[in-house]
């Protein structure tokens, strides 16, 4: 380890990067947080601007890096800006490691749950079958094979839907009596607060011999009909409406139904700030008052 005080590389520092940075400032880490633009980072996170895209200007990282997270995310749901997000930065960035002879001891990568292909409430974990139906699991799955060819030891964790502080639209669609109910058997949801990204990662990076692979899930995955009914209850609000006809049009905006298991990483040792959506909607719902 780079003497007392690892030196830690956050590749795409953004919404979870940043609470990620501040953890590891905390606990008086060397952070660099890498953006296009490395503007609006914590305090104590070293700002490193270059575009992951663009190998030139990885020429100039930070020497003797001891850990790496790759947190970084598409800006839009395109195939070819989820293969150059996750699949060409990754591999431009190990390269550009490689290259200054920099031998990190361990590269975590935010990866998604969006890898499986289950969607009849199955349940999932890390030994499930991946085969994901659309061009963001299908680009997530290939870079997962990317941190596992690189040179260093990798961890992919699979991140459900991610929310938290500025993220809870969710709550804006119930308040404001746009929140829909779809017709059928229950559509499960698998959710990670914002905070618990952070301190998973954090965990994961500290501990000894990890899994190549872990579901980064709350404890509960949820049928969407009950979260919604919670926080219209929570909020005062009016009970979400039934969709009208079929329901097709919701279904095919929210996606799959799936249940995904956290049992690896709670066996790891991680404990969960919020391990339901119950405590974190009311984590969020508090700061808003």
């Known amino acids: 380890m780079n003497g007392t005080r690892p030196h830690v590389l956050i590749a795409g520092c953004g919404y979870v990067g940043a609470a990620l940075g501040e953890l590891l400032c905390a606990q008086g ?3 660099y947080g890498l953006r296009r633009r490395a503007l609006r980072l914590p305090s104590g996170v070293e700002p490193l601007e270059a575009d992951l895209a663009v190998p030139a200007s990885l020429s100039r990282l930070p020497g003797a890096l001891d850990f790496v997270f790759y947190l ?3 800006g839009g749901a395109d195939d070819a800006l989820y293969r150059g997000a996750y699949v060409d930065g990754q591999r431009n960035l190990y390269e550009a490691l490689a290259r200054q002879g920099q031998r990190p001891r361990r590269v ?3 990866s998604s749950t969006a890898v499986y292909g289950q969607h009849d409430g199955e349940w999932v974990d890390e030994s499930s079958r991946t085969r994901p139906g659309d061009f963001r699991g299908q680009r997530l799955l290939e870079a997962e094979g990317v941190l596992a060819r690189a040179p260093f030891p990798g961890v992919a964790v699979r991140f459900g839907g991610i929310y938290g502080p500025r993220r ?3 709550i804006a669609e119930v308040r404001g ?3 829909v109910i779809r017709p059928g058997p229950p559509h499960y949801t698998n959710r990670i607060h914002r905070d618990d990204c952070a301190g998973a990662l954090l965990h994961l990076m500290q501990i000894e011999a990890p899994e190549p692979v872990y579901l980064g ?6 049928d969407e009909a009950a979260v919604l009914r919670w926080l219209a209850g929570s909020l005062g609000a009016a009970e979400p409406r039934a969709a009208a006809g079929d329901g097709k049009q919701v279904r095919e905006r929210r996606g799959g139904s799936k249940r995904c298991r956290n049992d690896r990483l709670l066996a ?3 404990r969960f700030l919020y391990p339901s959506f119950r405590e974190g909607f009311r ?6 008052v």
Request: proline share 7%.
């Open 29 to 31: 880490h060397v952070v």
């Open 72 to 74: 970084a995310s598409p």
């Open 108 to 110: 975590l990568f935010a």
């Open 168 to 170: 809870s639209s969710l």
């Open 177 to 179: 009596g746009r929140a």
């Open 217 to 222: 899930v709350d404890c509960e995955p949820a």
């Open 268 to 270: 790891s040792g991680y």
């Open 283 to 288: 984590a969020i719902l508090s700061e808003q």
